[in-house]
T-cell receptor, first 113, second 112 residues
Framework: GENVEQHPSTLSVQEGDSAVIKCTYS??????FPWYKQELGKGPQLIID?????GEKKDQRIAVTLNKTAKHFSLHITETQPEDSAVYFCAASKGGGADGLTFGKGTHLIIQP | AAGVIQSPRHLIKEKRETATLKCYPI?????VYWYQQGPGQDPQFLISFYEKMQSDKGSIPDRFSAQQFSDYHSELNMSSLELGDSALYFC???????????FGPGTRLTVL
């Protein structure tokens, strides 16, 4: 089955700086890669996603890049703000059907004021 | 916009008891997923349903069963509860061939 590895487990950045979280996946059949933000005691909230036919996607301060050959994808957050502090999960699936998501272990992002 | 609804939000049970968790997907969503998240861990996929049929199966214990009803809501039934079943249980839903899964607020199950 699919295995997703995520690094780092904790990331502390100064407010206004950029944050980068990296994930790798193992199953070449995976073609859908979402990123979720989870605040304490709440459900995961989708922040951005990318399909394997696209190399990069951007939404305001958030961007995701995908390297299909290396089976590697990354989340980039620019101009970080205190409200960006949360746990971020990457995930992978074959997409389209009803396949479950395989999540990375999560990154605790801390924005220092 | 309407979101995924889960009930109850909190549940406390004793060992060896049973529990039933309910999930009401976003209107017009026909696919439902169940995930289990232990403390400090990532969500683990349990099972999914599409148009009331089981579609994909993850690490769901044999003590657990689930189904999706004609109104598309889903129930996760958990029997012979163990201490290790204490976790957050999330339901997610999506529509048809779309990729995005929308998660509910979760049910926190505590087994004493």
């Amino acid at each position: 089955g699919e295995n997703v590895e995520q690094h780092p487990s904790t990331l502390s950045v100064q407010e206004g700086d950029s944050a980068v979280i990296k994930c790798t996946y193992s199953d070449s059949a995976s073609n859908y890669f979402p990123w979720y933000k989870q605040e304490l005691g709440k459900g995961p909230q989708l922040i951005i996603d990318i399909r394997s036919n696209v190399g990069e996607k951007k939404d305001q301060r958030i961007a995701v890049t995908l390297n299909k050959t290396a089976k590697h994808f990354s989340l980039h957050i620019t101009e970080t703000q205190p409200e960006d502090s949360a746990v971020y999960f990457c995930a992978a699936s074959k997409g389209g059907g009803a396949d479950g998501l395989t999540f990375g272990k999560g990154t605790h992002l801390i924005i220092q004021p | 916009a309407a979101g995924v609804i889960q009930s109850p939000r909190h549940l406390i049970k004793e060992k060896r008891e049973t529990a039933t968790l309910k999930c009401y997907p976003i209107p017009r969503h026909d696919t439902v997923y169940w995930y289990q998240q232990g403390p400090g861990q990532d969500p683990q996929f349990l099972i999914s349903f599409y148009e009331k049929m089981q579609s994909d199966k993850g690490s769901i214990p044999d003590r657990f069963s689930a189904q999706q009803f004609s109104d598309y809501h889903s129930e996760l039934n958990m029997s012979s509860l163990e201490l290790g079943d204490s976790a957050l249980y999330f339901c997610a839903s999506k529509q048809g061939e779309a990729d995005t899964q929308y998660f509910g607020p979760g049910t926190r199950l505590t087994v004493l």
